[in-house]
């Protein structure tokens, strides 16, 4: 009885771990979702307000056109699509910060520890690699570009406000023409 009672236990165990993973990634790119980068957000402003990190910023980024690639290639087009860029994000942010997809076609980056000016320049370089990244999808290369809005936070912000602000300066940048960082 207790081999059963501890195999059903490590089961159990297993099961909840599975669950737990199922809950906090995206199922389309392998990337958090908003539920698990909102309890995330939450440790990295307890780091903040220790003095344990001195900075953080956010980026929160829009792919541009994308209804546009959705009409044009299909929806399977425009999950690869997001799924190439996910991918691409992993690459060049590496160890340096986190990136969830926040909604749809839209992705929040936390970088503990850069400031806003690092982070500016970490997202131009990741726009650029997104230019020259092309997505195959059924023989077709689709080009896309992003828009990017970056914030620092500070002790007189919450983590909504400077989301929020990341936000405004990203629709700057979409009304400004896109395919560009607003800091």
């Not at 953080?56 to 860029?85: C, M, P, Q, W």
Request: charged residues 30%; negative net charge.
């Amino acid at each position: 009885f207790t081999k059963d009672s501890q195999e059903m236990e490590y089961k159990l165990v297993k099961y909840n771990e599975k669950l737990e993973h199922m809950a906090s990634i995206d199922p389309l790119t392998g990337l958090y979702n908003r539920r698990s980068m909102r309890s995330y957000l939450k440790k990295i402003v307890g780091k903040y307000a220790s003095g344990e990190i001195g900075y953080v910023s956010v980026a929160i980024g829009d792919i541009d056109f994308f209804k546009k690639t959705n009409d044009t290639y299909g929806h399977d087009a425009g999950d690869e699509v997001l799924r190439t860029l996910s991918r691409l994000f992993c690459t060049v942010i590496g160890e340096k910060g986190e990136v969830c997809r926040w909604g749809g076609e839209e992705f929040l980056f936390v970088f503990p520890g850069m400031d806003m000016e690092e982070v500016q320049l970490l997202m131009s370089d990741l726009l650029d690699d997104i230019r020259h990244t092309p997505v195959l999808y059924e023989r077709k290369l689709i080009h896309v570009t992003m828009t990017f809005g970056v914030e620092e936070f500070g002790r007189n912000h919450t983590m909504e406000s400077v989301i929020q602000e990341a936000d405004r300066k990203l629709y700057l940048g979409k009304e400004s023409g896109r395919n560009r960082v607003i800091y």
